[in-house]
């Protein structure tokens, strides 16, 4: 049986090796429970004194967590099942941030979902001209989460509301430029790159094979994705998007109205409210209360089959349109959990 977490070290590097290459390296319970042993081992060793991840494969690091088992769990099981996988992997993506040791992460091809709060996260975050960054979760009836409501309320102006409300994939030059990503590597470089890691210091190694990153599309966009999503309700950030008069806002607004109107008023609520929260531990503790709520409401099961089991892509969400998500319907998505709080954070005084 295929082992779905490598574990190695090659001089001073440890590395994690994703080994689920036909699901993209989709993370399952027991892979996030490895990966955490594995941290915890290699904190305490003296040899080791960077930590890689990179993915089998090549199609990418990580294309989430396994929705397939998160599907069948909300449709037949009680939900206990995600909400303990969700408690392992926050806890994982908030130990990535603070980890003591260099984290590099290899985000070569497809990073998304639960494969950004594995590596962006870290301290040292490489792209290549492959990789396609994305938290896709409002096209399954999802909100973002692994700490993607933190990374994307953090990033320049309005950018990270258009990326959480839409999905959109963006490639290296906008990963940078969102703070998703901190250092452009060539993909045919990356093999030499992880080698240096096992002699030398990661900034040595990285000033062997660093380059300018090409130019993203964000930046050009910034104007119109700033005045529209500034917005106080996702109807209204439709109406300007469709008032603007430029292809890519027209373009965004048919995407918005594709996604689950339910996840989208939960998103751009979450979004705001990590504005203010502060700490990523404080948001995860809140993206927990978000994500537990999604498995009582229809719009996640339905999504998941319509996207990934059925693949019919014509999901019925319920209910179906914008005006009717009240603000009591989004309200319910923050609900404290009592004793199945995340407890992340430590409570404020």
């Known amino acids: 049986m295929r082992e779905s977490v490598l574990l190695t070290t090659v001089g001073r590097a440890a590395h994690i090796t994703l080994n689920r290459p036909k699901a993209i390296n989709a993370l399952d319970h027991a892979m996030v429970r490895r990966i955490?042993?594995?941290?915890?081992?290699?904190?305490?060793d003296p040899a080791v004194e960077t930590v890689v991840i990179t993915g089998a494969g090549e199609r990418g690091l990580c294309a989430g967590g396994?929705?397939?088992v998160v599907h069948d769990d909300?449709?037949?099981?009680?939900?206990?099942a995600s909400a303990a996988f969700w408690r392992d992997e926050y806890h994982l993506n908030a130990r990535i941030a603070r980890y003591p040791k260099p984290y590099v992460a290899v985000m070569d091809g497809i990073v998304m979902?639960?494969?950004?709060?594995?590596?962006?996260?870290?301290?040292?975050r490489v792209v290549t001209e492959r990789s396609r960054v994305a938290m896709p979760e409002t096209g399954i009836?999802?909100?973002?989460?692994?700490?993607?409501?933190?990374?994307?309320?953090?990033?320049?102006?309005?950018?990270?509301?258009h990326l959480a409300l839409t999905g959109a994939q963006i490639g290296a030059g906008d990963a940078l430029l969102c703070g998703l990503a901190d250092h452009y590597v060539p993909s045919d470089s990356l093999a030499r790159f992880v080698e240096d890691l096992a002699e030398l210091p990661v900034r040595e190694a990285l000033d062997r094979h660093v380059l300018p990153s090409p130019e993203g599309e964000l930046a050009g966009r910034r104007e119109w994705i700033d005045s529209c999503y500034a917005a106080e309700t996702v109807e209204e950030i439709v109406d300007r998007l469709l008032a603007q008069g430029d292809p890519a806002a027209k373009e965004a607004a048919e995407t918005l109205l594709t996604k689950s109107p339910t996840a989208l008023k939960v998103t751009l609520a979450a979004m705001r409210r990590a504005r203010q929260l502060g700490t990523l531990e404080r948001v995860l503790d809140q993206e927990y209360r978000v994500s537990c709520a999604a498995l009582t409401a229809p719009d996640l099961v339905e999504g998941i089959r319509a996207q990934v089991i059925d693949k019919d892509r014509n999901p019925r969400w319920s209910p179906a349109t914008l005006a009717e998500v009240s603000d009591a319907d989004v309200e319910r998505f923050f609900e404290p959990l009592g004793e199945r709080e995340l407890g992340l954070a430590a409570p404020r005084t």
């Not at 909300?74 to 206990?80: S, Y």
């Not at 639960?114 to 040292?124: L, P």
């Open 66 to 68: 396994d929705i397939r």
């Open 36 to 44: 955490d042993e594995a941290l915890t081992a290699w904190e305490f």
């Open 74 to 80: 909300a449709r037949d099981g009680d939900g206990t």
């Open 141 to 161: 009836g999802f909100v973002p989460d692994v700490g993607g409501t933190y990374l994307l309320a953090r990033v320049p102006g309005e950018l990270g509301t």
């Open 113 to 124: 979902g639960g494969g950004v709060g594995i590596s962006a996260h870290g301290s040292v």
